[in-house]
């Protein structure tokens, strides 16, 4: 089963909380993050997201980012990952 997550437009500072908060509670399952209300991505909540995307992966689960606005795809880039790896984790072997 997998759910849904729908991202709030900033993840800044004072989103990172709510974000753990809200991924937190769907740990367990598969989930897409749905940022299609995204225009502004700050380090800490992409940490948050970085951090999920290990806790999903070493649990077996999938986690997804769907619907991103050239706005976040361009933030993305200059932090050095895409829609696509920014939810992949591969581990050191």
């Known amino acids: 089963m997998s759910g849904t997550l729908f991202l709030p437009g900033k993840l800044d500072l ?37 951090a999920a995307a290990k806790t999903w992966s070493e649990a077996g689960h999938s986690l997804t980012l769907t619907n991103v606005s050239t706005d976040l795809a361009d933030q993305l880039a200059l932090l050095g990952f895409s829609p696509a790896t920014l939810t992949r984790w591969e581990t050191a072997e």
């Open 14 to 50: 004072r989103a990172a909380g709510p974000l753990r908060a809200a991924l937190l509670s769907e740990r367990g399952a598969d989930l897409v993050l749905d940022a299609a209300q995204v225009n502004h991505l700050g380090a800490l909540s992409l940490q948050v997201i970085r």
